[in-house]
């Protein structure tokens, strides 16, 4: 199992910047791959982003292509979430997410680890 923790949301204006983090703790970080969802006040949850165990291959939603950018640093077994031109629509709740495969991740299902969520404002 793997413990998650994501940090780093607030509220920000239209057209700004947010970069999140997930700290995994509980297994070797980099034998899995991670990612991140979103919930929006009345939607389901979205798929955001992700990004394989040893960092090579990513993978993002088209609603965040040209804006969003996932990384990792095995270092600090964290994951980062870089949000920039942000619009009031990605405002939600972001979660982390730990899987054994990107295509889970992607699938949104089957996923048994997830950090607690930060929530992202965005204000027009």
């Known amino acids: 199992q793997v413990q998650l923790v994501e940090s780093g949301g607030g509220v920000v204006q239209a057209g700004g910047s947010l970069r999140l983090s997930c700290a995994a703790s509980?297994?070797?970080?980099?034998?899995?791959?991670m990612g991140w969802f979103r919930r929006a006040p009345g939607k389901e949850g979205e798929f955001v982003a992700a990004i394989s165990g040893g960092g090579g291959v990513t993978s993002l939603a088209n609603s965040v292509k040209g804006r969003v950018t996932i990384s990792s640093d095995n270092a600090k077994n964290t994951v980062f979430l870089q949000m920039n031109s942000l619009k009031p629509d990605d405002t939600a709740v972001y979660y982390c997410a730990a899987a054994a495969r990107i295509r889970t991740l992607e699938g949104g299902t089957q996923i048994h680890d997830w950090g607690q969520g930060t929530q992202v404002t965005v204000s027009s």
């Open positions: 509980g297994r070797t970080f980099g034998t899995y791959a």
